[in-house]
């Protein structure tokens, strides 16, 4: 069974700095979606980032950009320029890319709450 | 924008009361999901669905069952409410897995709803 690891349960990082999250996953299988989602406190899970397992290039979207190694099991998000709106608990989550049924589902990370200092 | 509307943002029961959580979403997704956040255990699958009148259990299917009578209308129902099943519960939805274009497909979040069983 796929499994997913954040071993970061809080972290902390000053208002345009850089922090990085990161999240391990156990899996058999070679096809794959990997996603960050964030819930601020208003609770609303918000997907920040995909990233697809057989694109080698790693996926980016404005401040948001992630260090996937594949071979290693890694999925980091890194973000830039961090700003008070970034406060949230940060979710990485696992797709398994057969189609259909049961492997639509997500296998989620126990989350990241990442505070940001003024 | 896709929108996940669940029911109720809190809801206060009683032991043993039958409890009926509504989730509906406006984008014609054909699977929906029931989720529960726990500190610490981040979201566990309940059950999900991925059609009309089609449920598959997820990772903690005891004391739930589901209802999907319509595309865009998808219950969870406690039988019979315990205090164990105080918790945030989530409902989202995306389109079918698919191989190519909607392969990468997130899944969609409502706001939540936080039950308590006194």
């Known amino acids: 069974a796929q499994t997913v690891t954040q071993s970061q349960p809080e972290m902390s990082v000053q208002e345009a700095e850089t922090v990085t999250l990161s999240c391990t996953y156990d899996t058999s299988e070679s ?15 918000i997907l920040v980032i995909r990233q697809e397992a057989y694109k080698q290039q790693n996926a980016t979207e404005n401040r948001f950009s992630v260090n996937f190694q594949k071979a290693a099991k890694s999925f980091s998000l890194k973000i830039s320029d961090s700003q008070l709106g970034d406060a949230a608990m940060y979710f990485c989550a696992y797709r398994g890319g057969n189609y259909g049924g049961a492997t639509n589902k997500l296998i989620f990370g126990t989350g990241t709450l990442l505070a940001v200092q003024p | 924008d896709v929108k996940v509307t669940q029911s109720s943002r809190y809801l206060v029961k009683r032991t043993g009361e039958k409890v009926f959580l509504e989730c509906v ?65 989530l409902c989202a939805s995306s389109l079918f897995g698919r191989a190519g274009l909607y392969s990468n497909q997130p899944q969609h979040f409502g706001d939540g709803t936080r039950l308590s069983i006194l």
């Open chain 1, 31 to 45: 096809d794959y979606y990997l996603f960050w989602y964030k819930q601020p406190p208003s609770r609303q899970m």
């Open chain 2, 25 to 89: 979403q406006d984008m014609d997704h054909e699977n929906m999901f029931w989720y529960r956040q726990d500190p610490g255990l981040g979201l566990r699958l309940i059950y999900f669905s991925y059609d009309v009148k089609m449920k598959e259990k997820g990772d903690i299917p005891e004391g739930y069952s589901v209802s999907r009578e319509k595309k865009e209308r998808f219950s969870l129902i406690l039988e019979s409410a315990s205090t164990n099943q105080t918790s945030m519960y």
